[in-house]
Nanobody, 125 residues
Framework: QVQLVESGGGLVQAGGSLRLSCAAS????????MGWFRQAPGKERDFVAV????????DYADSVKGRFTISRDNAKNTVYLQMNSLKPEDTAVYYC??????????????????WGQGTQVTVSS
C-alpha cells in the first residue's frame, strides 16, 4: 500500500507563489512517475504536471506551463510543485498521485493508482 501526504496549500494573492510537497511511503518511490492534479468545485479532476521516475522528464498542462515547476527528491521520497504567478483560476484542491506502473508516465488520471488527501489552494484577486 502506498501513502501520499500533501502539504503546503493555503491562501495567496494573485501573482503570489506557493510550494506544495507530497511525501510518499510504502513502495520504491524512485521506480514510479508522480503527478499533480487539481479539482475545482463542480469540475473534473484535471492534470497539472507529471515527472518521470528519474526526474529527468516533465510535462505540464498548457494552463500552467511557464508558471509551475514539478520536481522530486528520491532520497526523501518527496515530490514538489512550485507554483508562481498564481491566478484566481488556479484555485482548487491539489492532489498528488503515484502512477500505477513502474517505468511509465502519463497525463490521464486513471493511470494513477494512489492519491493523497488533497490540499486546498486559494488564490484571491
Amino acid at each position: 500500500q502506498v501513502q501520499l501526504v500533501e502539504s503546503g496549500g493555503g491562501l495567496v494573492q494573485a501573482g503570489g507563489s506557493l510550494r506544495l510537497s507530497c511525501a510518499a511511503s510504502g513502495r520504491t518511490f524512485s521506480n514510479y512517475a508522480m503527478g499533480w492534479f487539481r479539482q475545482a468545485p463542480g469540475k473534473e479532476r484535471d492534470f497539472v504536471a507529471v515527472i518521470s521516475w528519474t526526474g529527468r522528464i516533465t510535462d505540464y498542462a498548457d494552463s500552467v506551463k511557464g508558471r509551475f515547476t514539478i520536481s522530486r527528491d528520491n532520497a526523501k521520497n518527496t515530490v514538489y510543485l512550485q507554483m508562481n504567478s498564481l491566478k484566481p483560476e488556479d484555485t482548487a484542491v491539489y492532489y498528488c498521485a503515484a502512477h500505477g506502473s513502474p517505468g511509465t508516465m502519463g497525463v490521464i488520471r486513471y493511470e494513477y493508482n494512489y492519491w493523497g488527501q488533497g490540499t486546498q489552494v486559494t488564490v484571491s484577486s
